[in-house]
């Protein structure tokens, strides 16, 4: 009687167990598009050419709601790449032999209904965003240092980030950013 009473209980347990994990798998699938942003790093390659170091990198960039409803509204986002390179030391800390910095601006132009890619002084036009994010997430032959202070036997490696760059919004939109608001990504990377 008491082992009939025992396994009744371990049903009942077990579906209640069951029923709460389907509510909470139900309830991560309605909030699964909202967790679908950030940036995915496909690819990073550091490279040996013309007497340069040079750095290639493919991002996978997913912009959430409030991002891309900024953008609509006519607030700029900017972007920010940044690689150094470090030469390994065991004595002190690691010296930091180069170090390079590129911000993009992405703003919606809406006379021309376009999207406006610069950086530095140039800009490309784009007729929709998915075209511009996939120009600014794809970056090939990245000057980062000449070869010449790279010197043979040490060893070397490059950080890096990619990242939406929160400090250039306008001052009223920084007071309390949520998760919303937090895009990027670091690497760290050897250099053989």
Known sequence: MRRQFLHQLLRIATRRVLAGLLLAIAA?????PALAQ???????????QDNELT??????L????????????????????????????????????????????LAWQPLTASWRLSLGGLSQGYSSLSEALAT?????????????????????????SFKLDNSQLPQPMQIDLGGDWKLGIERSIKLE
């Open 38 to 48: 950030g940036v995915e790093l496909k690819q990073i390659r550091l490279q040996r």
């Open 62 to 105: 997913t912009l959430g709601a409030a991002i891309e409803d900024a953008l609509h509204r006519g607030v700029p986002m900017y972007f920010n790449a940044q690689a150094a390179v470090y030469r390994n030391r065991w004595y002190w800390r690691d010296e930091r032999i180069a170090r390079v910095n590129r911000t993009w601006r």
């Open 136 to 160: 600014l997430s794809r970056v090939s032959g990245w000057r980062l240092a000449e070869l010449d202070k790279i010197e043979a036997g040490e060893r070397y490696y490059v950080e890096f």
């Open 28 to 32: 991560w699938g309605v909030a699964l």
């Open 55 to 60: 750095l290639d990198f493919s991002t996978r």
